[in-house]
């Protein structure tokens, strides 16, 4: 279970990401954070968790700016 939640949480938003760029690439960037969090308190390497989340995020936020920023 330690790895599936997580696993599931990611994977939900990078679909929520495919289909609505704004909302997906803010709840990536919000996975990240919490990550950020988790890793921080359990982990001695907490980038390597939630960069690649928070750099997918960015990207997708970036996308729908260029995109023109409809919702």
Partial sequence: MAV????????VSLAIAWKWELVGGS???????????VAWAFFYV???FCLPLL??????LVSWRIGGGYF
Avoid: E, M, Y
């Avoid at 709840?27 to 969090?37: E, H, Q, R, T, Y």
């Avoid at 750099?55 to 997708?60: E, K, R, V």
């Fill in 4 to 11: 599936v939640v997580p696993g599931l949480t990611i994977a």
């Fill in 55 to 60: 750099a997918s995020g960015i990207l997708f």
């Fill in 27 to 37: 709840l990536l960037v919000l996975d990240s954070l919490v990550w950020l969090l």
């Fill in 46 to 48: 907490p980038l390597q």
